[in-house]
């Protein structure tokens, strides 16, 4: 049997245990499970990795328990503005776009520029008109605010606009996911509303090739989640990379080396999930709660929250026990 392999994030939060309800967490782990079906069902089928790491975040930007797509954090505006990126590992092309709306799966926009376009990146009106000229699905701006995310705005503007960030629920959650194919193509994908009470048209790491998105069929694939403007200027996604290629780290120490680089001078929230030419999957972060999730051929799916779910999830898989029922 070939191997392949996929992994994914629903966003590392600062968070603690007693202020996530249980309907919440549910959520979370419904969503995570479905999304690392969506991607494992393409490979499973022979499909490549940049269709696996596509299909996976698309369940999430649908998703509104996710800040990707549906669901997303607002603006201090009080509107959603996406940013995203995907990358093939084997041609290295990637595209990417920045601070755009209306677009129902902004992870399909990038896989459009990726192939299509001349240019990696598009932002705003320029990303959002292309959208319109390859007739990708474009939803009005009320489909994208969940009531919850909606109230947490409007209670901001009661309290008044003078503390950053106090705002009700989840400051961010950004979404990704890693691949390998069975023909040993890696791919990352990166999709999210960015930080909530964010300022108009500001964009942050998961666009960012490099930064918050990486793959290189020779190493690894590497998605990131976490505060943007620190997770950029350390680039993280290539800091995994480039341990690996040069450093000869392990892929899980590597990981971590990238998530705890430069601590005193990169403070904020950063995670990230790594993928390696094998499909081995690392997981690495800071706030104690990241939502993940995966899968590897002849596995079992693997989906967890809180740091202490310590079951490896890059173990082999375990062969299932034959049973004296079984036997019968
Ligand atoms: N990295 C995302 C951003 O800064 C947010 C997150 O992952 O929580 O836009």
Redesign the pocket.
């Known amino acids: 049997m070939k191997k392949f392999a996929i992994a994914i994030h629903g966003?590392?939060e600062s968070v603690k245990p007693s202020e996530l309800d249980k309907e919440k967490e549910e959520k979370y782990r419904e969503g995570l499970a479905a999304a690392l079906k969506a991607g494992y069902e393409v490979l499973e089928k022979g499909g490549t990795a940049l269709d696996a790491v596509e299909a996976a975040v698309m369940s999430m930007e649908e998703n509104p328990a996710f800040?990707a797509g549906r669901g997303s954090s607002l603006t201090q505006r009080g509107e959603v503005e996406f940013?995203s990126a995907i990358m093939d590992g084997k041609t290295l092309r990637a595209g990417a776009v920045g601070a755009i709306r209306y677009v129902k799966h902004p992870i399909s926009l990038a896989k459009v520029i990726l192939q299509k376009c001349d240019h990696a990146l598009l932002v705003g009106s320029g990303a959002e008109e292309f959208a319109l000229r390859q007739k990708l699905e474009l939803m009005d701006p009320e489909y994208f605010v969940t009531p919850e995310k909606d109230k947490a705005w409007r209670d901001k503007q009661q309290k008044g606009l003078k503390k950053k960030h106090e705002m009700v629920g989840s400051m961010?959650?950004?979404v990704g996911a890693v691949a390998l194919d069975m023909d040993g193509n890696l791919a990352a994908a990166t999709s999210?509303g960015?930080?909530t009470d964010k300022m108009k048209g500001r964009v942050?790491?998961?666009p960012v090739i490099g930064g918050?998105t990486f793959a290189n069929n020779e190493v690894c694939a590497v998605s990131?989640?976490?505060?943007?403007e620190v997770?950029m200027r350390g680039v993280l996604a290539h800091e995994v990379y480039a341990m690996l290629k040069y450093g000869r780290e392990s892929l899980q120490a590597a990981a971590e080396k990238a998530v705890h680089l430069h601590d005193d001078l990169l403070q904020g929230d950063k995670g990230l999930i790594a993928m390696d030419t094998e499909g081995n999957a690392a997981f690495a972060f800071n706030t104690g709660f990241m939502k993940r999730g995966f899968w590897q051929a002849e596995g079992e799916p693997f989906v967890a929250l809180w740091e202490d779910e310590k079951e490896n999830p890059a173990a082999p898989a375990k062969k299932k026990k034959k049973t004296a029922k079984a036997k019968k």
Do not use: P, Y
Request: aromatic share 0%; hydrophobic share 20%.
């Open positions: 966003g590392a800040n940013d961010a959650d950004t999210t960015g930080l942050g790491d998961s918050g990131c989640t976490g505060e943007g997770i």
